[in-house]
Nanobody, 124 residues
Framework: VQLQAFGGGLVQAGGSLRLSCAASGRTVSSYPMSWFRQAPGKEREFVAAISWSGGSTDYADSVKGRFTISRDNAKNTVYLQMNSLKNEDTAVYYC??????????????????WGQGTQVTVSS
């Protein structure tokens, strides 16, 4: 499975961006998918995840109510709609896929495939 994340860019605080993550190589319709992010000098952190069906989602407290994860299995793509962006959202955003749900989405090690990352910069 290859994952390609795109849609990042420079946006003013309070603005919005939508990230996309397109999968290739095989269908990911049965895989949970997620977004993580990594700011300079910090560890990669969980942002959001979605079950294979889209029926279950999970969000980090820092983005809850502002970000929405969704997926289109017909397009083999997962999205992250980011609204009310803050300076502290600045980071490289990575998408990930897991072959199986292991009971948690929030741990880095449960994800089997990673995209290359897309930069999001929020300016004040």
């Amino acid at each position: 499975v290859q994952l390609q994340a795109f849609g990042g860019g420079l946006v003013q605080a309070g603005g919005s961006l939508r990230l996309s993550c397109a999968a290739s190589g095989r269908t990911v319709s049965s895989y949970p998918m997620s977004w993580f992010r990594q700011a300079p000098g910090k560890e990669r952190e969980f942002v959001a995840a979605i079950s294979w069906s889209g029926g279950s989602t999970d969000y980090a407290d820092s983005v809850k109510g502002r970000f929405t994860i969704s997926r289109d299995n017909a397009k083999n793509t997962v999205y992250l709609q980011m609204n009310s962006l803050k300076n502290e959202d600045t980071a490289v955003y990575y998408c990930a896929a897991a072959k199986y749900y292991t009971g948690t989405y929030r741990i880095y090690d449960v994800w089997d495939y990673w995209g290359q990352g897309t930069q999001v910069t929020v300016s004040s």
